[in-house]
């Protein structure tokens, strides 16, 4: 076989064309492409908004907004690198849900340790939790790196063909 080649701007192309496909492969290029270009763009238009002199709350909004537009386009692709790694899309689940818990209740980080409780059995509780949260949390943030950064199975798999090598 031989192998396709796909330079940047078709990655990220083909990112947006395939925004609802929750079927079928993605390249590892078309998911980093995708994930620098738009980190470059929320950057751009943050320091945009900075020297436009817009803080706060607008700065914030106009990073949602962004955050919603690429939501599903990453959630697809995200999917798709899964299949292209032999696993099930499902796997990319946990991490969007978490996305739009943070993006919906941006303060849900505040616990009641900043609040003044004073009950030790419930600080303790809090505590524990949040450490058991953040290992669950890094394990799966190590998991997800190593699967998208991992080559994806040679050939065809059950997910269909492979990206790398057809058209």
Known sequence: MQKIPM??????????KNTF???GRARRKEYWWSV????L???LISCLLEALHVKG???YAVTMILAVIFLVPDFSVTVRRFHDNGLSGKWAVPMFALTLIVMLFPNFGESELNKGVTNDYINNTIVVSSILLFIT?????????FTMMKEGEQ????YGDDPKHSR
Do not use: C
Request: hydrophobic content about 45%; glycine content about 6%; charged content about 5%.
């Open 41 to 43: 763009i929320t950057v």
């Open 137 to 145: 949390l890094l394990g799966y943030f190590i998991f997800m790196i």
């Open 7 to 16: 330079n940047p701007l078709e990655a990220y192309i083909s990112y947006w």
């Open 57 to 59: 709350t607008a700065n």
């Open 155 to 158: 050939g065809t798999n059950q």
């Open 21 to 23: 496909n929750m079927s």
């Open 36 to 39: 620098l270009f738009n980190s």
